[in-house]
């Protein structure tokens, strides 16, 4: 299905956006979503809703949503719950397409009715509605940032869908700060109507979204969520955080959003079976997030044959990486002679070429150059992990920068992880690789992490693929 023909095509691409509860006062949380809008940018028409104001942010305010002369795409709703029945009224007649409704105070506080009875009037009228209990959403390519979050967010191409509306927001500044570029931020809140299985079935495809990610406490409809998880995850990577991993945890879950978070087990082994990847942690996502996006992703025919090879300057590191990628499911086998032989080449006698490749501790950036586009042209290597640790002899960012050479001349044909250890260079000279797209991290543990992710997701890619097709 092309993007314009789905039915969430709209609330993605509005042509007009309605915030109702649009106040005066610059401290409340409808004053935020408004100037968010127009600051951010969005080029549609845009509608503050107000009885008690006639201009806002330099806008002529409506006192009702039927009061505007025009059709409303989206309607955000900032007003107490008890006036958002109101509203939903309001909404229909208008003929609104998306209610978007912030307002806390429905089925996590234990008042499901008030939730049921605003259902019903979209359902009567035929409008969707995302919340309530809700941060808000945003969509890049759109400049739509109906959050009441910070105005400014970086523009790539992860989405991230969220049953914590905390959550979007601290992403939203994060993005800035981990160089995590987002297609689309959504709260989903308590899914009263959409939910994470409509909204994953949009950004499947979505042509500005590479990497969809889901922070989940619960699944009104699992199987629905798997359907679509199942059908999205053939064609691009979908990662998971399921919230609830402890006892008490699942307890946590239960008293945020007033349900049962389920068994973390039986949740996560499902979810893996249609293709999802796991993550624990939002750290380990978003780490994910990045290799996933920003790599090349490999369709190998065997993937059970799927090789990392590791380079390195520091025998330690490459020991960690090494543990980490193993206990993940990801191999790491002996290089074969031909490669160790390129290797031997460029190193001392007394380097192991064996993999992890160690440069040994006196290599210079010139041999991080080399050693990288060897592994580029090898048909054996499918992934590459470079580790590097701060020494005398190669600068970080001089490191950084001959690795970057390298896949510019070489070309990003291959997945590539980076691990940077070491002093406050090693910060400039990772966010030197990140701006060039290339995930680099802190340590050896999260540079390998996050190179499974990749190397997991071929091979359940695969298995999606051999099940569709009957094999
Ligand atoms: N239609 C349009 N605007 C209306 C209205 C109506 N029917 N009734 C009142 N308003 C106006 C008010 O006059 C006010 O504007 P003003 O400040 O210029 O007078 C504005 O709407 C807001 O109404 P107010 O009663 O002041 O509400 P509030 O801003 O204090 O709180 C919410 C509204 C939605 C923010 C609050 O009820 C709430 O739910 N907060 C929690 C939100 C949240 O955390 N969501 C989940 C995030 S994860």
Redesign the pocket.
């Known amino acids: 299905m092309k993007p314009e023909e789905h039915p969430l095509h709209r609330l993605f691409n509005p042509e007009s956006i309605a915030v ?6 610059p401290r ?3 004053h935020i979503i408004l100037r968010n809008i127009l600051e951010a940018g969005y080029r549609g028409r845009v509608y503050p ?5 006639d201009r806002i942010l330099g806008l002529r305010a409506y006192p ?1 949503l039927t009061d505007i002369p025009e059709p409303v795409d989206v309607a955000i709703v ?4 008890e ?1 958002v029945l ?2 939903a009224e309001d909404a229909g007649r208008r003929g609104v397409g998306f209610l978007v409704v ?4 429905f089925s996590e506080v234990g008042r499901r009715e008030l939730e049921e009875k605003l259902v019903s009037i979209a359902r009567r009228y035929g409008f969707r509605v995302l919340g309530p ?3 808000g959403y945003l969509y890049t390519p759109a400049r739509l940032n109906a959050t009441f979050g910070p105005p400014r967010v970086l523009e790539g191409n992860i989405a991230f869908v969220t049953q ?3 959550f979007a927001i601290a992403l939203m500044g994060a993005t800035l700060i981990e160089a995590i570029g987002v297609s689309a931020i959504i ?1 989903v ?1 308590n899914k009263a109507d959409l939910d994470e299985a409509d909204l994953l079935d949009y950004l499947g495809v979505d042509e500005h979204t590479r990497v969809v990610l889901h922070y989940l406490e619960w699944l009104r409809d699992g199987r629905r969520f798997l359907r679509v998880l199942e059908r999205v995850a053939a064609s691009k990577p979908v990662v998971v955080i399921k919230a609830g991993r402890s006892g008490a945890g699942a307890r946590a879950a239960a008293s945020h959003t007033g349900r049962l978070a389920g068994s973390y087990r039986v949740y996560v082994s499902a979810l893996r079976q249609s293709g999802a990847l796991i993550a624990k942690s939002m750290e380990e996502a978003f780490d994910a997030a990045k290799a996933l996006a920003w790599n090349p992703l490999p369709e190998p025919e065997k993937p059970e044959e799927f090789n990392v090879l590791v380079v390195t300057n520091g025998g330690g590191a490459g020991i960690q990486a090494v543990d980490t990628l193993e206990e993940r499911g990801v191999r790491v086998r002996e290089a074969p002679e031909s490669l160790r032989g390129e290797y031997a080449r460029l190193l001392p006698p007394f380097a192991s070429t064996r993999n992890p490749v160690d440069l040994t501790g006196m290599a210079p950036a010139e041999w991080f150059y080399e050693a990288v586009r060897i592994a580029l042209r090898s048909d054996w290597v499918d992934a590459l992990l470079v580790l590097y640790t701060q020494t005398g002899l190669s600068g970080p960012v001089e490191t950084a920068k001959a690795i970057l050479d390298a896949l510019r001349d070489e070309g990003h044909s291959k997945p590539i992880t980076v691990a940077l250890l070491g002093g406050p260079e090693c910060l400039h000279a990772a966010r030197l690789l990140t701006r060039n797209r290339v995930p680099a991290y802190p340590t050896p543990e999260r540079a390998a992490a996050a190179l499974s992710f990749v190397a997991e997701y071929a091979w359940r890619r695969w298995y999606l693929r051999e099940k569709a097709g009957g094999g």
């Open positions: 109702v509860g649009a106040s005066r006062n409340k949380i409808g809703v107000n009885p008690n104001a009702r900032a007003v107490p719950a006036k109101g509203v912030i307002s806390s105070g209990n809700v941060a914590s509306g905390a709260s809140g």
